[in-house]
């Protein structure tokens, strides 16, 4: 089992297979995109695979497969074939943006790799279109309706940006949360977009986002979450789905976080707002023994921030990296 140095149980890992997207969004990266990892320097399907067998060992249950997107990785189904043989593995998800994972839906409901978060910034092509820079919105639109025709449990991120998406945002709880049995979660927006731009607060934070919506609706109750939920919940009467509200950059979720997450290219990183900890990617390649990788581990838990404001504090330049190559 791992527990931090707050006391807090770790069994969720944020792996992340690629740093590379087809899309562009400007919350993310500039429109040139960002220095890709060199395919070399990104851990094999073995190396991800070992990784994960480890830390399964030390008390992951569950892993979230993240990018980049996903679905970049041509062998991905690969190392999720090989996940599924893990008995103590509880759940596999993945976060992605939905455009390249048609092909894949029949194996994934095969498989039971059926939670599926996904990155969704616009309900309008148009919106769409200007944010993600790219013009895959009719694509992306009819798989997410596919997933949830599949029996899938998908969830929506969709980050709140000024002057971008707001118009957007009653019309994707009636589109979707009124028809299905789907969350639409509304995001605060990050400074991690590959040093774009940065920022110190924000306008639509977790409150106003609340507010707005609630100013639109007249009988909304609070669903009851998990302890480790990252978001507050809500259904509005007589809508099939439901939705969130992850305060990412007002971090009020930090004291029971139980996540971990390692980058495409290796890097530990314990928190969100935390420069990398270390790297394993050396250690897998040079060492036939897993204790190595199994030290390092518990050494990047043991001196873990208590909160996303103290990580802050001690990490430097954090808000130059792009959310693609943090791993989301």
Known sequence: MLIDNHNRKIDYLRLAVTDRCNLRCNYCMPAEGINFADSKDLLSIDELFRLSKVLVGQGIRKIRITGGEPFMRKDLMQLLR???????????????????????????????????????????EPTFNKISRREQFATVYQNLLKLIQEGFDVKVNFIVLDNQN???????????????????????????????????????????????IASHYGDIS?????????????????????????????????GSCNRLRVTATGDVITCLYATASKNLRDILRNSPEDRPVENEILAAISN?????????????????????????
């Open 304 to 328: 873990r921030a208590k909160n996303g404001f103290e990580a802050e504090e001690r990490s430097t330049d954090i808000y130059s990296n792009s959310m693609t190559s943090i791993g989301g």
């Open 222 to 254: 609070k669903l009851e979450s998990e302890k480790t939920s990252t978001s507050v919940n809500y259904r509005i009467k007589g809508y099939k789905g439901s939705f969130g509200i992850i305060p990412s950059f007002t971090r009020n979720f930090c």
């Open 82 to 124: 090989r996940l599924k043989t893990l008995d103590e593995l509880e759940e596999i998800s993945i976060t992605t943006n939905a455009s390249l994972i048609e092909k894949h839906i029949p194996e994934l409901k095969a498989l039971g790799i059926t939670r599926i978060n996904l990155s969704l910034d616009a309900i309008e």
């Open 166 to 212: 707001i118009q957007d945002i009653i019309p994707i709880i009636e589109r979707l949360t009124k028809h299905y049995q789907v969350s639409v979660r509304f995001l605060e927006e990050m400074p991690f977009n590959g040093g774009s731009r940065s920022f110190q607060k924000i306008k639509w934070n977790h409150s106003k986002i609340y507010e707005y």
